[in-house]
């Protein structure tokens, strides 16, 4: 990219630590990126941070062989933990992501004061995009009232065009997690976009079909990945040579927990478009992702799931029942007051 859009990124950048993260003067910020990630996003935000009165600490590492756990054999498990530990802030730009890693997990356990915000592979378009051109506080109001139904559902149906078919229950003590853009409390957050459900585990049924991304092992797919799921359990994968190659990815590990479905999210960033990369993917308005293989002890007190990495695929052009209340039709919101806001945030795109 060069010189190009350089104003641009560095605004997104600026909205990210002066809006989102809402950086103090003297706290300390870490990045970490790996040498996939781009230096040109990484240097806009260190800048911010400077900018803000923050103390930036950038932290690269080779690019790591997997992600979550699956990386740990690549990173500097115990250097890379102890600076998370205290840090005020951790900004992840990783390529290869260490959310679900071991340095991940010393960091949350340690570091009560720790404010994680999950933005892998970044690239200054999806930066712009996502973040610098985003209405985010008229997102954030709309996220909120759709969190709020989401917490009082008990039974959920989920239908896309190319086969999904699931139903699945809740568990009133996992966590609906709204990351709206607002990343100023401890905590872990997301791009802005994404409302994340954990279903009760052993609760989800039917047929689920990935017909846009699945990361890892693949990003955009060729043709779409048919699950079999009984008890939130895969037990039969079909379709072509994708479908062939992930279903091996999961044996790789030797690991029954890499076959249980971990969370379902709802895409709802407006200038969210598919790329492959999965950060983006999962946001690409109407759509629902499903996250397979671990969850954290916050996600789903008190223990999460454990297992040896987790993957993340996406249904596009989802339905959305509620306890029998359509709210989602092929990507598009039905309920009237859904439906209003989703009309005003592309207006403002």
């Known amino acids: 990219m060069g010189r190009v859009l350089r104003f641009e990124l560095q605004n997104a950048a600026d909205r990210l630590i002066n809006e989102m993260l809402r950086i103090k003067k003297g706290e300390t910020v870490v990045i970490t990126a790996d040498t996939s990630s781009n230096e040109q996003v990484v240097d806009a935000t260190a800048a911010s941070v400077y900018a803000a009165g923050g103390k930036p ?21 115990e250097a890379l933990g102890a600076a998370l530990k205290h840090a005020d802030v951790w900004i992840e730009y990783n390529k290869q992501w260490l959310l679900y890693s071991t340095p991940f997990e010393m960091a949350i356990k340690d570091n009560n004061k720790i404010r994680y915000i999950n933005l892998v592979d970044m690239n200054p378009d999806l930066m712009i995009r996502n973040i610098g051109n985003v209405d985010i506080p008229l997102l954030a109001e709309f996220m909120s009232k759709f969190e709020e139904m989401n917490k009082k559902t008990q039974v959920y149906k989920v239908t896309s ?12 003590k ?8 607002d ?22 049924q039917g047929t689920l079909v990935f017909d846009g991304s699945l990361t890892p092992p693949h990003g955009l797919l060729d043709a779409p990945v048919k699950l079999t799921i009984e008890n939130s359990e895969i037990t039969k994968v079909e379709g072509g040579v994708q479908a062939e190659q992930f279903e091996a990815w999961l044996e790789s590990f030797n690991d029954p927990n890499m076959y249980k479905l971990a969370h379902m999210a709802y895409g709802l960033n407006p200038g969210a478009k598919l790329t492959g990369n999965i950060v983006e993917d999962e946001r690409v308005w109407g759509c629902v992702e499903w996250g397979i293989g671990y969850v ?10 454990d297992a040896k990495s ?21 990507g598009k919101f039905v309920h009237p007051e859904l439906q209003s806001y989703e009309n005003k945030i592309f207006k403002r795109v």
């Open 183 to 204: 990343a100023s409390k401890p905590g872990v957050h997301m791009m802005p976009g994404q409302l994340n459900i954990v279903p009760e585990f052993g609760s989800v």
């Open 310 to 330: 987790h993957c993340d695929g996406i249904c596009l052009k989802a339905s959305v029942w509620l306890d029998d209340i359509q709210v989602l039709d092929m």
């Open 174 to 181: 996992h966590l609906v997690c709204n990351d709206s853009g």
């Open 161 to 172: 065009p190319n086969g999904t078919n699931l139903t699945f229950t809740t568990n009133p």
């Open 296 to 305: 954290s002890s916050i996600d789903a007190p008190p223990l999460g799931q």
């Open 57 to 77: 600490m950038v932290i690269y590492t080779a690019t790591p062989g997997g992600v979550g756990k699956a990386a740990d054999p690549d990173l500097p498990v």
